[in-house]
Each structure stands twice: as structure tokens, then as C-alpha cells.
């Protein structure tokens, strides 16, 4: 089955670019099926969702966040990235990948804590 | 903006009771929601979408009912397993604040 897992540097200094990469198996980035999303929770709280991409290269954002957002694929290996520049503390949470079909999130990553402190 | 309201924030279930949980959209949203289990630690699984449909391998205790704007989760009998924190998520209308802001449901 699909699966996913998140990774890039658990720790990010103020006002740096966040980067994390999502790396799939089981199934293709490539797929004319499915978006790819980000999601993220700050410790103790909700589910915010960031952002998609699809094959298409077609993105879109949270508004609260497209200023600051870029998604996109690597298709030969089979990645979609997450970059979140200018980041401040409020940007630390637990940082999730998931494929998306039809505004539905399944499967998604386990998951990966980003810090953001000098 | 459609805003998703999730109802109680904490629930108190003894193990074999039956649970229901609720969760309100600010407008319709037909039946374009999904249901979440979200357990310490781990990543949130997909439950319950299209409002009543259960995910693959989601065992039947589970349902989901509702349409427009009000929406129900049931576990029928809790098991240990499902004391969890609980999220619905519209996908009617984009773009999001998609998600509730959670239901935790303990142990009694």
C-alpha cells in the first residue's frame, strides 16, 4: 500500500526557509489520481493544512500562508517538497505529507517535528 | 469560510458504551465530510468520508451520519483502542480552514 514519510532538519532558525521532503512508495507522485498535500499541528493543538500540488504542477494555499509557500514535485523520485519561507516561532508544529483524493487526506505521513528557535 | 464546530471538546466514555460525537458546518456542505482518529504520538487515519462511507479496514463500530450542516460520529461500543482525539474535515468548499478543532474522547 501507499505510504509516506516526511524528512529535513527537525530544527530551523527565525526568519530561514523551512524545507521538508515527502518521499512516496507504494504509488507515484505522478498519478493524474491524486493531490499532494501538507498539513501541520503545533504541539496540543489542530490540523492546519498548508497546501497542495498536483502532476499538473497546479498548486494552491492556505491564504493564511501563500505569501510564505512553495509546493512541488520531484517526479523521478518520487518527492513533493515543502518550502515555508520567513519562519518565526509560530511555525513550530508537527509537519505531515498526505496524498489527497477528492479532499480527502489518506494515507498520510507519520509525521515530522520542525523547531523553529535560534 | 466555512468554519467547522465540533461538539463536546472532551468526552467522557466508559469502555463498551457507545459514543457520539457531532460536528456543526457554518454553511451546507452536503455530504463532503470526513472523519479523522487521531491517537498520541501518531498521524491522523481516515475514518469515515462522503459523511457515512467507513475507510478501508475501518471496523463497523464506526458510522457516520448526516448531510448539509450537522454530522454525527458513532463508535458503538468503545474499545480500549479508540480513546483518541476525534477531527471532521469539510471538503465541500476550498480553500480551507478544513478541520475542527478536535474532540478528545477518554476513558471514563
Redesign the interface.
Known amino acids: 500500500q501507499v505510504q509516506l514519510q516526511e524528512s529535513g532538519p527537525g530544527l530551523v532558525k527565525p526568519s530561514q526557509t523551512l524545507s521538508l521532503t515527502c518521499t512516496v512508495s507504494g504509488g507515484s507522485v505522478s498519478s493524474d489520481s491524486y493531490f499532494w498535500s501538507w498539513i501541520r499541528q503545533p504541539a496540543g493543538k ?4 498548508i497546501g497542495r500540488v498536483y502532476i499538473s504542477g497546479s498548486t ?4 493564511s500562508l501563500k505569501s510564505r509557500v512553495t509546493i512541488s514535485l520531484d517526479t523521478p523520485k518520487n518527492q513533493f517538497s515543502l518550502k515555508l519561507s520567513s519562519v518565526t516561532a509560530a511555525d513550530t508544529a508537527v509537519y ?1 505529507c498526505a496524498r489527497m483524493l ?10 515530522a517535528l520542525v523547531t523553529v528557535s535560534s | 469560510e466555512i468554519v467547522m464546530t465540533q461538539s463536546p471538546a472532551t468526552l467522557s466514555v466508559s469502555p463498551g458504551e457507545r459514543a457520539t460525537l457531532s460536528c456543526r458546518a457554518s454553511q451546507s456542505i452536503n455530504i463532503n465530510l470526513a472523519w479523522y482518529q487521531q491517537k498520541p504520538g501518531q498521524a491522523p487515519r481516515l475514518l469515515i468520508y462522503s459523511a457515512s462511507t467507513r475507510a478501508t479496514g475501518i471496523p463497523a463500530r464506526f458510522s457516520g451520519s448526516g448531510s448539509g450542516t450537522e454530522f454525527t460520529l458513532t463508535i458503538s461500543s468503545l474499545q480500549s483502542e479508540d480513546f483518541a482525539v476525534y477531527y471532521c474535515q469539510q471538503y465541500d468548499n476550498w480553500p480551507p480552514k478544513v478541520f475542527g478543532q478536535g474532540t478528545k474522547v477518554e476513558i471514563k
Not at chain 1, 46 to 49: D, K, N, V
Request: aromatic share 26%.
Open positions: 489542530g490540523l492546519e493544512w494552491n494555499y492556505n491564504p505531515y477528492v479532499g480527502v487526506f489518506d494515507p498520510w505521513g507519520q509525521g
